[in-house]
């Protein structure tokens, strides 16, 4: 009998510890901030689905940059913005230098609205330097003017542009870009277009609810996306158009000024590294590290052909919607009669890197 009484006591005091622990365990939540920046509208409806995400459970502000006057009562700090000629906004630069020290001692994710996300972009314009473009290649120059901020979590999301809403200069500046992308634009004749990857979005979302919050990811995190989609057409006068289209990854474009592929396979960042290293090597090409991040690597190949050198501008990508995969793009800008070695060296680095099954075939 005494047994018994010893028994049940014990199995009390576990269930009493197990029912009561996590009300009095519980560490007191996270306090957040998530400040944003826009022009059009588009960066605080992903804000919002944000804080769903992250749960409205757990205290996090959302403001409008301007409305921020101390960081001071935040554990971590979302920093959102658009994207305006390749950088987020001149508002949130003033805010990262102003509170520089005290986002230094706090964990920061940075976030960006853009209209282009692949981060194996080149942009080429006449008379400029070819150069990185799109998603979180945007915040690298934010992230090394203050590089006492580490952020946890960055990310490049794709936005919205309602067309007929630019503003005068917008207005003229974006229908200029239309009429030079060499590569075309994407939005050309549609009133709304759209680029926003919801899949971003929402691994942001579990990256700051587990590396930040210590919560388990959302399993049915879709259940948000009402927060972005909308029923507006992409297109007043012409139905058969859409404000979204889901972009291919495997193009191949030869133009007279470009040559350009880009494809994705199984692998990794630093596989593939490897294997670009082996190509230039068999190739007699040399490679010249322009830019390398934890998510990307931007090289200068280097082909001398008869007595010049020939560059071909060749990026390596992780994107976190597509685990598992390397995106990649190989570009010439040089002209048609004077690029065959080069299509050649680029159908060489195909071969290689697309051998042992590692292609990944569609879309
Ligand atoms: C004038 C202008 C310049 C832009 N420049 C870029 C750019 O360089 N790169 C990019 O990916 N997106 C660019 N965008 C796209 C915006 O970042 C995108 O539409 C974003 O969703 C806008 O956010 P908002 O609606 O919160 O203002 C630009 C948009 C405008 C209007």
Known sequence: MKQFVKIFYLISVIVSLTLLCPLVCRAEAKKGLLVYDSIYGSTPEVAYWLKAIIGDEQPLDVKRVDQVITVAPYDYVLIGSYSKWEKPSPRIYKFVEKYQSDLAKKQVCYFLTCGDWDETMILKVPGGTAHQIAGRNYLYELMTKYPNIKPVVIAGFGGRQVTPALQGADAFMIWMLEKLAREGAAWSGLDIYESLVPERVEV????????????????????????????????????????????????????????????????????????????????????????KTFFNVYYHAVKNVNGKDMTMHVVAAVMPDDPGAVHISLRSYDKLDARKPIEEAIGKAEQLLWADGRKIEGR
């Open 204 to 291: 942001f979302g579990n990256d700051v609810r587990q590396k930040v919050l210590g919560l388990e990811p959302l399993a049915d995190v879709q259940k948000y996306r009402g927060f972005w989609q909308s029923a507006q057409p992409g297109s007043l006068t012409d139905p058969s158009k859409k404000k979204y289209t889901v972009r291919t990854y495997t193009v191949h474009t030869a133009t007279d000024k470009l040559f350009y592929s880009r494809f994705r396979i199984k692998s990794d960042l630093d596989g593939t590294i490897k294997m670009l290293a082996a190509w230039a090597q068999q190739n007699g090409v040399t490679l010249n590290e322009q830019r």
